[in-house]
């Protein structure tokens, strides 16, 4: 199946699955082959013991003058396999079973008592030794006499072997069998189980640059497994969407405003083709459309600019730093002329210095786009003010101005690319709408802010918060 593919996820739960319980089952026979053999073993034991008793009881007076004991075999009923051996306490050999003949029990200490492993005839045994007293004479005074002796039994031991390895085997076949019902059973189990996240990724799959609709399953949104994949997955669509719609907002409002452009070139140049005419007719057609390239030199200069900025990500800038203050001064004392003949006043309050996360050449582009946005929309007569302050780690940059105002239902849109607040979008502003956009891209590209702040009539006060340069390198 597709889903059991040795790189998927379910093969690989499904094999972690089997893994552990063919290691447990491995523990589960080894734990039985134990205790089976401890059971089996401590039963064979107790039996030996009980026959090597019956042995000690066939021990009997020899009535002799010396008081020995000897081995009444008659009454003894064992099995022809085992093998027995009775001496007394000098050593004297009383009896043993026929098949004990020619057995010498090598390797049984003199001083070990218990169940001993043993060899005997190419069979394995188990052999017990054992000491036992006989009272010979219990009549006479004191008691009588006793006597010592020592007994060897032993019994095979492929019965024993046989019931373990027997019973281990039942443990195997049950694991084996455990093992072959449980792994299909998972296999589906797994399969049902990742059925939502087979139709998260089914529906995430239908998405495309023309369709962006994506509904997730409610399977998906109620399980807590899947619940942050889709709501990421909802929320990396959506921004895609944003993206791809100011993509084509920003390709409309570019062929709009570059062919507008050219057109007006084009015009300007066919009107001057249209009959002869003087040189000071032809100089001021020529200046005109000098002028009108002039514009659209502009226009392409701040779309590559934006387009650099925005080519960064944010936090790019960490390792940058530059002094504002400085750009402050140098953007002012290069819009000089302009103000002066704007007849407005700039007034700047900056400290000695004041370092950003920001390259010399970001600051001075956001610093001039913002002054020369305050003077084309200042009055003559006026005064635009720009104030650096720094405190707790933050630089707070503040251009202020006195002119027309923006209202309330545009400031929204001051951001947006190409956009103008007078809605000719005549070229009296000397923008084409995208200073704003290439300020708030290198803001947000050094993990600022900035905000804008607008009365009808008052005029505009735009603020820009950016973290120190220090602080911003260190995170």
């Not at 990724?201 to 399980?223: C, D, H, I, K, Y």
Request: charged share 20%; net charge negative; proline share 4%.
């Amino acid at each position: 199946m597709r889903f059991l593919r040795r790189h998927s996820i379910a093969f690989r739960l499904i094999a972690a699955v089997l893994t552990v319980e063919f290691c447990s089952s491995l523990l589960v026979i080894l734990f039985s082959f134990g205790y089976e053999r401890h059971a089996h073993f401590s039963s064979f034991s107790v039996m030996l013991q009980g026959r090597a008793d019956s042995v000690l009881g066939a021990v009997q007076d020899a009535e002799d003058a010396a008081d020995n004991v000897m081995l009444d075999q008659s009454d003894l009923h064992l099995p022809a396999e085992d093998v027995y051996a009775v001496w007394d306490e000098n050593g004297r050999l009383l009896g043993h079973s026929p098949n004990w003949e020619g057995t010498e029990a090598k390797g049984v200490p003199e001083h070990n008592r218990g169940f001993l492993q043993v060899e005997i005839g190419q069979r394995k045994y188990g052999l017990l030794r054992m000491h036992g007293i006989r009272t010979v004479d219990p009549g006479e005074p004191g008691g009588g006499k006793l006597r010592t002796v020592t007994i060897y039994y032993g019994s095979p031991t492929e019965h024993v072997w046989h019931a373990i390895y027997g019973t281990v085997r039942y443990y195997a076949a049950g694991s084996l069998i455990l093992l072959l019902v449980t792994g299909p059973l998972i296999a589906w189990l797994l399969h049902r189980g990742l059925l939502p996240l087979r139709q998260l990724a089914g529906l995430a799959s239908q998405v495309s640059v023309n369709s962006w609709q994506f509904s997730p399953p409610a399977s998906a949104r109620e399980t807590a497994e899947l619940a942050p994949l889709t709501l990421a997955i909802e929320e990396v669509l959506a921004r895609l969407e944003r993206a791809f719609h100011q993509q084509r907002v920003f390709v409309s409002d570019a062929a709009h405003e570059l062919k507008t452009a050219v057109a007006v070139i084009k015009s300007s140049l066919q009107v001057l083709g249209l009959k002869p005419r003087k040189d000071a007719e032809y100089k001021a057609g020529i200046e005109r459309s000098l002028a009108d390239t002039e514009r659209l030199e502009r226009l392409v200069a701040e779309m590559l600019e934006l387009a650099r900025v925005e080519a960064g990500s944010q936090g790019a800038t960490a390792n940058a730093i530059s002094d504002m203050a400085e750009s402050i001064n140098r953007v002012a004392e290069q819009l000089s002329t302009f103000s002066a003949l704007r007849g407005i006043r700039v007034l700047v309050e900056v400290p000695a210095t004041a370092t950003v996360p920001l390259t010399a050449e970001d600051s001075s582009t956001a610093i001039s786009n913002l002054l020369l946005n305050a003077l084309q929309h200042s009055p003559s007569g006026s005064e635009v003010s720009i104030r650096l302050r720094c405190e707790s780690g933050k630089t707070e940059l503040t251009v202020e101005d006195h002119g027309d105002g923006i209202d309330s239902e545009l400031l929204p849109h001051v951001f947006d690319r190409f956009f103008r607040g007078d809605p000719s979008r005549s070229r009296a502003t000397g923008g084409a709408g995208l200073g704003l956009a290439i300020v708030k891209a290198i803001v947000d590209r050094a993990g600022g802010s900035i905000h804008i702040e607008s009365h009808p009539g008052q005029g505009t006060t735009v603020t820009v918060r950016l973290p120190d340069a220090m602080e911003a390198a260190v995170s």
